[in-house]
């Protein structure tokens, strides 16, 4: 039975939009941009992957609406990262109809998963109203970083394993799931060539994040982040902890500082106001960018470029 899912956005804009999924044999539902991408990827030609978390909403805060939920009773395949991740998936997992597949894609077998950072130099991420969260489920007692995307490594085993469970619910299209993830798998390797290249010249430098969210993209290419800080863009931080927070940066020695599109840019340059410091912004779930198939190499390249353009020397 073919399916078609359309879901209309409020006038204001607030309310998570459905993107018009395309006649198909089998219904699929992501949650965020970047996996929404990759899935898009491998359904090329077969499909069109609704998307839940549209806009910049944040995956983390995200409300699931009445409409959302009952439209995902009637799909096929549920992917999401973890319920860390995105934390309104929990209660409705656990009430979906047999009939639906979730996909975790951070259980995917082969991922290289690290814990959440917790030293003293890294803290807490505040959302809006002080809400603060992990980045990941328990394992072996320590809490896991859950934005695995940002290594195109990680980003190459979770489309194996899209790719089995695309292939599992349709096994007549098996061959194009195969030939697009093989078309994706080349295409990793030619980013994590470019992203070395490019992130190389500035690998030593020193940096603090607002939200510790970039560790895999670190790791993979030995760059120096040092720190982050907890601040929400609704509550104005106090002169007390402006202060602290620009002493910690100081003796840091970071080089720049890294805020995410919801931050007004004079909160950030006045939280560096006389520190040696620069300030940039990073995008790591994508809120800036339009949704679409080639959006998860675009989210690596411009992350790629705004960490080289602050971290770089001033000519």
């Given at each position: 039975?073919?399916?078609?899912?359309?879901?209309?956005?409020?006038?204001?804009?607030?309310?998570?939009?459905?993107?018009?999924?395309?006649a198909?044999?089998?219904?699929?539902?992501?949650t965020?941009?970047?996996l929404?991408?990759?899935?898009s990827?491998?359904?090329?030609?077969?499909?069109?992957?609704?998307?839940?978390v549209?806009?910049?909403?944040?995956?983390?805060t995200?409300a699931?609406?009445?409409?959302?939920?009952?439209?995902l009773?009637?799909?096929?395949?549920?992917?999401?990262?973890?319920?860390?991740?995105?934390?309104?998936?929990?209660?409705?997992?656990?009430s979906?109809?047999?009939?639906?597949?979730?996909?975790?894609?951070?259980?995917?077998?082969?991922?290289?998963?690290?814990?959440?950072?917790?030293?003293?130099?890294?803290?807490?991420?505040?959302?809006?109203?002080?809400?603060?969260?992990?980045?990941?489920?328990?394992?072996s007692?320590?809490?896991?970083?859950?934005?695995?995307?940002l290594?195109?490594?990680?980003a190459?085993?979770?489309?194996d394993?899209?790719?089995?469970?695309?292939?599992a619910?349709?096994?007549?299209?098996?061959?194009?799931?195969?030939?697009?993830?093989?078309?994706?798998?080349?295409?990793?390797?030619?980013?994590?060539?470019?992203?070395?290249?490019?992130?190389?010249?500035?690998a030593?430098a020193?940096?603090?994040?607002?939200?510790?969210?970039?560790?895999?993209?670190?790791?993979?290419?030995?760059?120096?982040?040092v720190?982050?800080?907890?601040?929400?863009?609704?509550?104005?931080?106090?002169?007390?902890?402006l202060?602290?927070?620009?002493t910690?940066?100081?003796?840091?020695?970071?080089?720049c500082?890294?805020?995410?599109?919801?931050?007004d840019?004079?909160?950030?340059a006045?939280?560096?106001?006389?520190?040696?410091?620069?300030?940039g912004?990073?995008?790591?779930?994508?809120g800036?960018?339009?949704?679409?198939?080639?959006?998860?190499?675009?989210?690596m390249r411009?992350?790629?470029?705004?960490?080289?353009?602050?971290?770089s020397?001033?000519?």
């Amino acid at each position: 039975m073919r399916r078609l899912f359309q879901f209309a956005v409020s006038a204001a804009g607030s309310v998570a939009a459905w993107s018009s999924v395309a006649a198909a044999d089998i219904s699929v539902v992501v949650t965020i941009k970047p996996l929404h991408a990759l899935v898009s990827q491998v359904m090329s030609g077969v499909g069109t992957p609704a998307l839940l978390v549209q806009g910049s909403a944040s995956p983390h805060t995200y409300a699931l609406k009445p409409s959302d939920a009952r439209a995902l009773n009637r799909t096929d395949l549920f992917f999401r990262m973890s319920e860390a991740v995105e934390p309104f998936t929990a209660k409705i997992v656990r009430s979906l109809p047999k009939s639906v597949e979730v996909v975790t894609l951070q259980e995917a077998p082969g991922l290289k998963l690290l814990p959440r950072r917790t030293s003293s130099t890294f803290e807490r991420h505040v959302h809006g109203k002080g809400a603060t969260h992990n980045h990941g489920p328990s394992r072996s007692s320590q809490a896991i970083d859950g934005h695995v995307w940002l290594d195109p490594d990680n980003a190459r085993v979770m489309v194996d394993r899209i790719e089995q469970a695309l292939s599992a619910k349709e096994p007549a299209k098996t061959s194009v799931f195969k030939a697009n993830a093989d078309t994706l798998r080349r295409q990793f390797d030619a980013l994590s060539a470019e992203l070395d290249r490019a992130l190389r010249p500035v690998a030593d430098a020193p940096f603090v994040v607002f939200h510790d969210a970039i560790q895999y993209l670190e790791r993979r290419y030995g760059l120096n982040g040092v720190g982050s800080v907890s601040m929400s863009p609704e509550i104005p931080a106090s002169a007390k902890r402006l202060s602290e927070l620009r002493t910690k940066i100081a003796s840091l020695g970071a080089v720049c500082v890294f805020a995410e599109p919801q931050f007004d840019m004079r909160l950030i340059a006045n939280l560096t106001e006389g520190t040696r410091a620069r300030t940039g912004t990073l995008d790591p779930e994508g809120g800036r960018l339009e949704p679409g198939p080639d959006l998860y190499f675009t989210l690596m390249r411009r992350l790629a470029e705004d960490l080289k353009g602050c971290l770089s020397a001033p000519s």
